[in-house]
């Protein structure tokens, strides 16, 4: 009996040009370059995940830094009013010693000349 010889097959019509060793290699290398390009894509959201997390945070800390600066102010804005209302009381007061003043000192320069006698008319 002879020997079988085994049969090349025939180029399918989407194996390139060449043999199915090219075909093996090229689709080994879209298979790598696939796999990177999917590395690449996960590493990417992963970081994209990161950023917004720490994103978050940062707001997070923002937002009770901004409340605190509002409940300074709000102290602030209280202190504030007290401070004025009481140097509105020490000018007040200050005119009133000053107007006081004016006045005892009308009266002391009035009433003593009003004790002389009158001139005789002669």
Same mark, same amino acid.
């Given at each position: 009996?002879?020997?079988?010889?085994?049969?090349?097959?025939?180029?399918?019509?989407?194996d390139?040009?060449?043999?199915?060793?090219? +075909?093996?290699? $090229?689709?080994?290398? &879209?298979?790598?370059?696939?796999?990177?390009?999917?590395?690449? @894509? !996960?590493?990417?959201?992963?970081?994209?995940?990161?950023? +917004?997390?720490? $994103?978050?945070?940062? &707001?997070?800390?923002?937002?009770?830094?901004?409340?605190?600066? @509002? !409940?300074?102010?709000?102290?602030?804005?209280?202190?504030?009013?007290?401070v $004025?209302?009481?140097?509105?009381?020490?000018d007040?007061?200050?005119?009133?010693?000053?107007?006081?003043?004016?006045?005892?000192?009308?009266?002391?320069?009035?009433?003593?000349?009003?004790?002389?006698?009158?001139?005789?008319?002669?």
């Amino acid at each position: 009996m002879p020997a079988l010889k085994a049969r090349a097959r025939p180029p399918a019509p989407t194996d390139p040009p060449g043999g199915s060793r090219i +075909a093996r290699t $090229r689709s080994s290398s &879209l298979l790598t370059i696939s796999s990177q390009q999917i590395d690449e @894509a !996960t590493n990417t959201m992963q970081n994209n995940m990161m950023l +917004a997390s720490q $994103r978050g945070e940062n &707001l997070d800390s923002l937002q009770n830094k901004t409340d605190n600066l @509002a !409940t300074q102010a709000d102290g602030f804005r209280r202190g504030a009013n007290r401070v $004025r209302k009481q140097m509105w009381w020490k000018d007040m007061k200050m005119r009133m010693c000053i107007i006081i003043g004016i006045i005892i000192l009308l009266v002391v320069i009035i009433v003593p000349s009003g004790e002389y006698p009158a001139m005789p008319h002669g």
